[in-house]
């Protein structure tokens, strides 16, 4: 049975007991309100971090400890859940049930990770300056890389604008120039803080005995002098003024990028019918919009939608050619509109209904699947397990369906548009 531990003030753990799998997983997360001050230091923490600490001071030591421990392995784990950023770690390592007699995993594991996270290296009483700079490079490497991914970018910057305002609106890793201005010392001194102050929220899969995780990690937490300050709430969307913006850019195919809003979100009852609304509208190749603007249309060479639910946005994109703006724009308000009227048939909405259904049963699959599910879900507010989440998806009906569609309010456009066009 799944548990919640605290372990002190704002440090929840989640148990999630589990035989089936020879591997058992665990993230560590400092769960902070999301804000441009704070989010490149937050994304580049962990990396930092994970550069050495004092008894394994460099990659090569890390890497041989990792090996000692049956190839356990660790990364960053960077998050937005809605007005949260998270900066942390997630380790996967084998039960120690499948090592040689005598040979424990879960606890040194758990104590490396400790390390990682407490013991870092030093150089004139904050982090090295190297490290820094190597980890600020890369950071600043993956925000450009976006530029790279033309529909990536224009979703971005359409839900920047739709978000003004709202922390939504900041970019996951953060802004160029903010991580471009980070020191060793700021860096250092944002850490100090954040295990200060900060929530923390550990997501345990496997199958050791909750009790003996809980001490491990109590003894961890223990080391630090806390002074927890209270998280915020999760809010509903606050959006900026309507918009309707075109970009040009050297690119072969445009890119128009709508934005929906709806005060449905993670936490309120619409939510499972908003989702599959979401599926019928436009989450996959049975949905309306790929069905009727791509394949009997053929306005758009891709089209799809997805539903943002800690914030109640809705975000459709296709690839389109530039001169086909308006009639792709009127072609999503027309299935919208369908919607509304409740235009469903019995296929799309067991199609939408199955689809939904597969992937809640997907996230039992492994251990990582089971954390990014149990994380996010409590950082979110969604209140349902995987199974009490598909017996809703079953339940639902029709007029629910339909009640969350007239909820949709069109709000942002930003379309990328070619030089040539």
């Given at each position: ?221 223990d080391r630090i002098d806390r002074n927890y300050v209270n ?191």
């Amino acid at each position: 049975m799944n548990q919640t531990l605290s372990l002190g003030p704002g440090i929840r753990l989640r148990c999630i007991p589990d035989s089936r799998f020879k591997q058992g997983c665990l993230s560590l997360q400092l769960v902070r309100p999301m804000c441009r001050e704070e989010a490149s230091r937050n994304a580049l923490l962990p990396a930092v971090l994970l550069r050495g600490t004092r008894e394994y001071p460099d990659l090569r030591a890390i890497t041989l400890r990792l090996d000692d421990l049956y190839g356990a392995s660790v990364g960053t784990l960077v998050r937005r859940v809605g007005d949260y950023q998270t900066t942390g770690f997630y380790c996967g390592f084998m039960e120690d049930r499948f090592a040689l007699e005598g040979d424990a995993i879960l606890e040194p594991m758990l104590k490396f990770v400790g390390q990682l996270l407490l013991e870092p290296v030093l150089e004139d009483g904050c982090f090295r300056e190297d490290f820094v700079e190597s980890e600020k490079r890369n950071l600043i490497a993956s925000i450009e890389s976006q530029l790279n991914d033309k529909r990536a970018y224009a979703m971005e910057q359409m839900i920047r604008t739709m978000c003004k305002g709202d922390s939504f609106g900041i970019p996951r890793l953060g802004e160029i120039a903010d991580a471009q201005a980070v020191t060793p010392r700021d860096l250092y001194d944002h850490y100090q803080k954040i295990l200060r102050e900060s929530r923390v929220e550990l997501v345990y899969v496997g199958s050791a005995p909750q009790e003996q995780v809980a001490a491990l990690l109590k003894e961890l937490f223990d080391r630090i002098d806390r002074n927890y300050v209270n998280l915020p709430e999760q809010s509903p969307l606050r959006t900026g003024p309507e918009s309707d913006t075109v970009r040009q850019m050297d690119v072969n195919q445009g890119k128009l990028c709508m934005g929906l809003v709806s005060d449905i979100t993670i936490r309120d009852a619409g939510f499972v019918p908003m989702q599959l609304l979401n599926h019928i509208f436009g989450g996959g190749m049975t949905s309306k919009l790929f069905m009727e603007i791509r394949e009997r249309q053929s306005l758009c060479y891709a089209i799809g939608s997805g539903f943002h639910g800690s914030k109640g946005l809705v975000t459709v994109s296709a690839g389109i050619d530039s001169g086909m703006k308006e009639a792709v724009q009127r072609g999503v308000l027309a299935q919208l509109d369908a919607c509304c009227r409740g235009e469903i048939t019995p296929e799309e909405l067991n199609a939408a209904k199955e689809s939904l259904r597969s992937s809640l049963l997907s996230t039992q699959d492994s251990p990582g699947a089971l954390e990014g599910y149990y994380a996010t879900a409590a950082l979110s507010g969604l209140p349902l397990t995987p199974d009490t989440y598909i017996r809703a998806v079953e339940a639902a009906t029709l007029e629910q369906i339909v009640a969350a569609a007239k909820t949709l309010r069109p709000h942002t456009v930003f379309f990328l548009k070619g030089v040539q066009s």
